[in-house]
């Protein structure tokens, strides 16, 4: 079974990941300091030559024998040389193979007086220069420190192959970095994953309880413990509950609510279909036929909204946009609805200030508009006024407003209007309740959305009837 990234393995990767940045930072930091104070820049063959230089001065001020001298700098190399083979490579001298030179000369004229037993004869050191220096000496790499004696006379030379810097370098990586990281990585990473699996027990029951639960158990979930980063998603999840849970009703509403509209202009043009058959005379006749009209006219409204309801909630809906002149499209549909205003004797007007272009879908823009219209001419009375203008609304945007002298929306009911199959309880239309389904302002709200614009509703001029504002995007 392929299952999908696990927050479990990210956190601990990523701390992980931390943790070894810094072991890695600790750890470069850490060799680099102990190479500094073993390899070619400490002090350690100063320390050991600066040592020798005071009994160099003094054997060879009592003139002593030289062999005395010889003597005394062959053992005291042999101690050097087993101090510094264990102190940077943790073993014996005759373990390491470690060889030291050390070379005394005159400080005048440059005459070397003794040198280390162990040295070849053939070997030739560099002329002395006080301070440091890499050398290469029978084809090796040596780190070479010079001193001069304290009373200036001769110089003191201690020299170390390079590569036993690096194999202290070596031991220290081994022993102190490595070594302890594979034991410390893995125990780390067993530790940090039972604390994150701790961490992330909550939500394991959360979603244990939310797996559980009856699909038609809608209620908030009630969790005993809230965490701090469980409580916004527990808050979330409530509240995306409560929106389904109104949603379904909503849904379940509407389909009674469209079985019922779409059950009573059925009836309307069967009935009246029989008595248009069954008419006497022909005033009748036209009485029936009226009525069959009128609810051949209520079923195609409400399937027409249906559709476009469903056709902009479709996941492959892809409106086209093409660059318009709004005034004209609001004009020709003022036009085409003027029919029904003129049958109710309403006054129907339209006003504009300039020529304003928009970004447009003609389907959607001409469903909004027409939707907002009919509603104004639907819910004012006879002999009464509509007025529609196209206005530029701040420096970005047009305006559409249609204003009626109709029976309005109260000011609590405004907002709620938009949400899908909601109808105002108690709004009239000539005495009767108010013919649809809750669709019509949804679908404007969506298609007014579809263009990046807002719908705005306000209790009309004198606090008689209603304004609808549609804002779109001006083309830029």
Not at 130 to 159: C, D, E, R
Not at 312 to 320: G, I, L, R, T, V
């Amino acid at each position: 079974m392929i299952q999908g990234p696990s927050l479990l393995k990210r956190l601990l990767l990523g701390q992980l990941a931390i943790l070894i940045a810094f072991a890695s930072f600790a750890a470069v930091n850490f060799i680099w300091q102990f190479y500094r104070e073993q390899g070619p820049l400490s002090g350690a063959l100063f320390r050991y030559a600066n040592k020798l230089g005071p009994v160099v001065d003094r054997l060879q001020s009592e003139q002593a024998d030289p062999k005395v001298l010889t003597n005394f700098v062959s053992t005291y190399g042999e101690l050097v040389q087993e101090d510094l083979s264990i102190e940077k490579t943790g073993k014996s001298a005759t373990q390491s193979g470690l060889n030291i030179i050390i070379a005394i000369s005159l400080a005048e004229s440059g005459k070397e007086l003794v040198r280390s037993a162990n040295t070849a004869a053939d070997i030739r050191l560099p002329k002395p220069e006080l301070g440091i220096q890499q050398v290469q000496i029978a084809n090796k790499s040596w780190h070479l420190a010079t001193v001069l004696s304290p009373n200036g006379k001769h110089y003191i030379q201690f020299a170390e192959p390079q590569d036993i810097a690096f194999a202290g370098v070596k031991l220290v990586l081994l022993e102190y970095i490595v070594y302890p990281l594979t034991i410390f990585l893995p125990m780390s990473a067993l530790l940090m994953g039972l604390v994150i699996h701790f961490g992330l027990k909550p939500i394991n029951s959360l979603t244990k309880k939310i797996e559980q639960r009856d699909p038609n158990n809608l209620t908030p979930l009630n969790v005993e413990r809230l965490d701090a980063e469980t409580k916004p998603l527990i808050k979330a999840i409530n509240a995306l509950m409560v929106k389904l849970k109104r949603t379904l009703e909503l849904e379940r509403s509407f389909l009674a609510d469209a079985a019922h509209e779409l059950r009573t202009p059925l009836a309307v043009i069967q009935a009246q279909s029989h008595l248009l058959e069954t008419a006497a005379n022909q005033s009748e006749r036209e009485k029936s036929a009226r009525k069959l009209e009128l609810g051949v006219a209520r079923a195609a409204s409400l399937i027409e909204k249906l559709l476009a309801g469903a056709q902009m909630n479709s996941e492959d809906f892809k409106p086209q946009f093409e660059q318009l002149v709004v005034n004209n499209l609001v004009q020709e549909r003022v036009a085409a609805l003027s029919v029904l205003a003129v049958k109710k004797q309403i006054d129907l007007s339209f006003h504009q200030t300039e020529m304003l272009e928009a970004a447009v879908s003609k389907a959607l823009f001409v469903s909004a508009f027409d939707n907002v219209l009919d509603n104004a001419i639907r819910f004012t009375p006879e002999f009464g006024s509509i007025t529609v203008s196209v206005s530029r609304h701040g420096k970005q945007e047009i305006e559409i407003a249609v204003v009626d002298s109709g029976i309005g929306i109260q000011q609590e009911e405004q907002e709620k209007v938009f949400e899908r199959f909601h109808r105002v309880i108690g709004r009239e239309q000539n005495g009767h309740q108010p013919v649809g389904s809750g669709l019509g302002l949804s679908i404007v709200k969506q298609a007014i959305q579809t263009h990046g614009g807002t719908v705005h509703l306000q209790t009309g001029p004198s606090n008689i009837g209603l304004l609808v504002q549609l804002r779109i995007p001006l083309k830029q």
